[in-house]
C-alpha cells in the first residue's frame, strides 16, 4: 500500500503472498519434462494466466520445442475487434514460462528474467486459434534464451518473442 499523506514519506509495501494453489512449491523430485507432462495430460494445473486465456500446450508440438495453443476469444479484443497487444504479449510469455519450466532440473526453481514481443498482426478475436511455436535458442545452467513465433490458424505470422529464463 503507498501512503501519500504529508505527514508521512511515500512508502511501497509488496503485497502478501498469494494462497493460491498455484505458488505451492512442485515436489522436489520432480523435472520441467515431468510437471510438463503433467499439465498436458491435466494431472497438474496450468496456473492461472493460462487457465484465464484458456492457453493449453499441444503435445503434437515440434519436437525440439514446445507449442502453445489458445483459442481467441471475445474479451480479449481491442476497440477494432482485434487482440489486445497486451494478450498476445501474455501468450507469448506464458508459452516461453512453460518451456523455460520444461528446462529445469528436479527441484529448480525458474523465472522469465526478460521477455521482448515484436507485434506484426492482430488476430481478430472471433474463436480463431493462435500458435506460439517455441524453441530453445542456447541452455544453460543458470540460463536459457529462447525465441517465439505466434501464427494465426492460416500460418500468418502474427508476433515474434525472444525471452531469456533465469533457473535458480
Known sequence: MISTTPSSPTRFR???RSTCRWHKRFPPDLDGETIIAQIVSGQRERGP???LLN?????????TGLRLVVDTQAWMGNMFGTMH???????VGV????????????????RVGD???????SPPVDGSRVSVD???VKVGRRI???SARMTGPDGTLLAEGAADIHFG
Open 14 to 16: 509488496p503485497p502478501k
Open 49 to 51: 494466466l493460462a487457465e
Open 55 to 63: 492457453a493449453r500446450i499441444d503435445p503434437a508440438g515440434p519436437s
Open 85 to 91: 497487444g497486451g494478450v498476445i504479449a501474455t501468450i
Open 95 to 110: 508459452a516461453c514460462s512453460f518451456a523455460g519450466q520444461r528446462q529445469t532440473h528436479a527441484g529448480q526453481d525458474y
Open 115 to 121: 521477455l521482448s514481443v515484436a507485434f506484426f498482426r
Open 134 to 136: 517455441v524453441e530453445a
Open 144 to 146: 536459457a534464451s529462447f
